[in-house]
């Protein structure tokens, strides 16, 4: 399986950018990078994808570097609500269908 | 609210009972996922049905099944329950097969076990 390294925590103080990185060692060349948060006490929920281009939406951008081997999630402007752990992956597809592995994740802190 | 059900929130049994969990997908959805979140593990994807049929499967224990209805609800099933079992069970669903890129898993709130 694919797997990921991330730190295991970083913090931020609220309203400023936080780069959240990933290291995608073993990332095949048609493997997306997916990246899916884990509020406190809820289910982990889907905060952006790419492949090789930068990617934004309205959550967060994606920046992935050249090689692909790394990636780093933008929160352009942290609030107390997106303290969460955040989960890089290497998705498959294919005939992987949806199989998402997750490494430990970073725990991210908000300061006010 | 991911509009994805668990049912029930909370569940509490000893060791070698079995155990139920149950899920509704997304209106719409046809795959269903579960995963295993534990302290020790992390969160580990047990296994995947797409349109009632089995799709994908991980470090899913023998002593656990699942299955997905007609109606596209899917209940997992966990038998001889040990200690060890004890975690946060998440489901999650998608629109499609889960094969392409766009096909985001919606998670569930979860259903927490505990073997005593």
Redesign the interface.
């Known amino acids: 399986d694919a797997k990921t390294t991330q730190p295991n925590s970083m913090e931020s103080n609220e309203e400023e950018p936080v780069h959240l990185p990933c290291n995608h060692s073993t990332i095949s060349g048609t493997d997306?990078i997916?990246w899916y948060r884990?509020l406190p006490s809820?289910?982990?929920?889907?905060v952006i994808?790419g492949?090789t281009s930068n990617v934004n939406n309205r959550m967060a951008s994606l920046a992935i570097a050249e090689d692909r081997k790394s990636s780093t999630l933008i929160l352009h402007r942290a609030t107390l609500r997106d303290a969460a752990v955040y989960?890089c992956t290497d998705?498959a597809?294919?005939?992987?269908?949806?199989?998402?592995?997750?490494?430990?994740?970073t725990i991210l802190t908000v300061h006010p | 609210d991911?509009g994805?059900t668990q049912t029930p929130k909370h569940l509490i049994t000893a060791t070698g009972q079995r155990v139920t969990l149950r899920c509704s997908p997304r209106s719409g959805d046809l795959?269903v996922?579960w995963?295993q979140q534990s302290l020790d593990q992390?969160?580990?994807?047990l296994i995947?049905y797409?349109n009632g049929e089995e799709?994908?499967k991980?470090n899913i224990l023998e002593r656990f099944s699942a299955q997905q209805f007609p109606d596209l609800h899917s209940e997992l099933n966990l038998s001889s329950l040990e200690l060890g079992d004890s975690a946060l069970y998440?489901c999650?669903s998608?629109v499609g097969?889960?094969?392409?890129?766009t096909?985001?898993?919606?998670?569930?709130?979860?259903t927490r076990l505990t073997v005593l």
Not at chain 2, 103 to 110: E, S
């Open positions: 997306y997916h884990q809820q289910g982990p929920e889907y994808h492949l989960y998705f597809g294919g005939t992987s269908y949806g199989k998402l592995t997750f490494g430990q994740g | 991911s994805v795959s996922y995963y992390g969160l580990q994807f995947q797409y799709r994908a991980g998440f999650a998608s097969s889960g094969g392409r890129h096909d985001t898993q919606y998670f569930g709130p979860g």
